[in-house]
């Protein structure tokens, strides 16, 4: 049995100024038949509250010198919210000594749940474009938030504060054909000399980009893709380039091509090939190397759809090649049969796996049988 109360008041600032206030509790009564001691009918309580205050700042601007466009509505969201709950944890083995002890079996959140007292912290802006047109589009969004948990907890460490998260996203056309997205992460915290985790404060951790521009529309047409993806959780960073590539004719035929190349510039020792030119070093093609690639061909069959799938993936002495001849119901992708070559083995197999999930999944032998 639950029970959660909501209550959402505005607190008035001035006339034109006002917080919005969110509060929440919930709690839940759970009865349980008996514990591992044989302890019948035992009641088990658990509660939580939390608190959310925002405010939305906005303006709209006359951007009439601007081709095209009508007004700019420019918004400003701040967030700030804290969570609590207690912890209903089972004791250690300890607890089995007491005969007085209640030790439940450890199934559901009412015998395992840590303590939280968690802060969190947000902050959002928004462009909005109007045109002339009366058109609405969101040109631009920006979006940066972290979290403190104020509980002491072994698995958290010398870590206070999450990572301060960004993500940008930008549409400068109003059909939306060119999108760019950036997501950045910075680790605010300052780790002592004994600690695992040895960086400075507000190091860099992720970072990504994405640029994209489609043409046409879900019948016909074609996009393409580039980005960057960075990541530095130990004293290695890792980088790569992806690029994507897609073409429809017709809504009964697509083709699909994802290719990934690793950004290493302390692979090889001694550079050959054109990877030895001083051009190709000083624009950095030198140091990249294929990754992943994959070639998609899709057939429309009224009620089916035929997939082609050529896929490689794997680096340095760690090489994966196959190819996959698969239909799936349309109505039901889960339906699906197919018969794959693993390249490197020279085996055949069937394949059984729903569409969109990764021929790898549990270690690539979920529906898979080979001879």
């Known amino acids: 049995m639950s029970l959660s109360l909501i209550k959402t008041p505005t607190l008035n600032l001035t006339r034109t100024h006002e917080i919005q206030l969110r509060l929440n509790g919930s709690g839940q009564l759970v009865w349980n038949d008996k514990d591992q001691k044989g302890n019948r009918n035992i009641f088990s309580g658990i509660v939580s509250g939390s608190v959310t205050a925002s405010n939305l700042l906005f ?28 912890s209903v944890n089972q004791a250690d083995a300890q607890q089995l000594e007491d005969p007085e002890a209640i030790y439940l079996y450890p199934f559901g959140s009412s015998t395992y749940l840590f303590e939280r007292k968690q802060l969190s912290l947000s902050l959002s802006t928004n462009l909005q474009v109007k045109t002339r047109y009366n058109q609405k589009y969101q040109a631009a969004s920006l979006r940066l938030s972290t979290s403190r948990n104020y509980v002491q907890r072994e698995a958290l460490g010398n870590r206070k504060w999450e990572f301060l998260r960004a993500d940008l996203q930008l549409t400068p056309l109003q059909e939306g054909q060119l999108r760019a997205s950036f997501q950045a992460s910075w680790d605010p915290n300052e780790y002592p000399p004994d600690s695992t985790i040895q960086r400075p404060p507000w190091s860099l951790i992720t970072f990504a980009s994405s640029l994209r521009y489609r043409s046409g529309d879900f019948r016909s ?32 035929f697509e083709v699909d091509v994802d290719t990934r190349f690793d950004y290493d510039r302390y692979r090889e ?36 759809d035929l997939r082609i799938i050529w896929r490689r993936t794997g680096s340095i002495g760690s090489v994966r090649k196959e190819f996959t001849y698969q239909i799936n119901l ?42």
């Not at 601007?61 to 967030?79: C, F, K, M, N």
């Not at 580039?226 to 992806?242: D, W």
Request: charged content about 20%; glycine content about 12%.
């Open 221 to 252: 047409g074609w996009s393409v893709d580039i980005g960057t993806q960075y990541q530095r959780l130990s004293r290695t960073a890792s980088r790569s380039i992806v690029f994507g590539f897609e073409w429809r004719p017709n809504e009964l």
């Open 330 to 371: 349309i109505a039901d992708p889960s339906i699906t049969v197919g018969l794959g070559l693993d390249a490197v083995t020279g085996r055949w197999g069937l394949r059984s796996l729903p569409i969109g999930v990764p021929p790898t999944f549990t270690g690539g032998n979920l529906g898979r049988s080979r001879f």
């Open 59 to 86: 303006r709209v601007y006359d951007a009439g010198w601007i081709p095209g466009v009508s007004r700019l509505r420019h918004e400003i969201l701040t967030q700030v919210g804290f969570d609590y709950a207690p």
């Open 269 to 304: 020792p001694e550079l050959r090939g054109f990877r030895a030119n001083p051009v190709m070093q000083a624009l950095g093609l030198a140091y990249l190397y294929p990754y992943s690639q994959q070639i998609t061909i899709r057939r429309n069959l009224r009620d089916w």
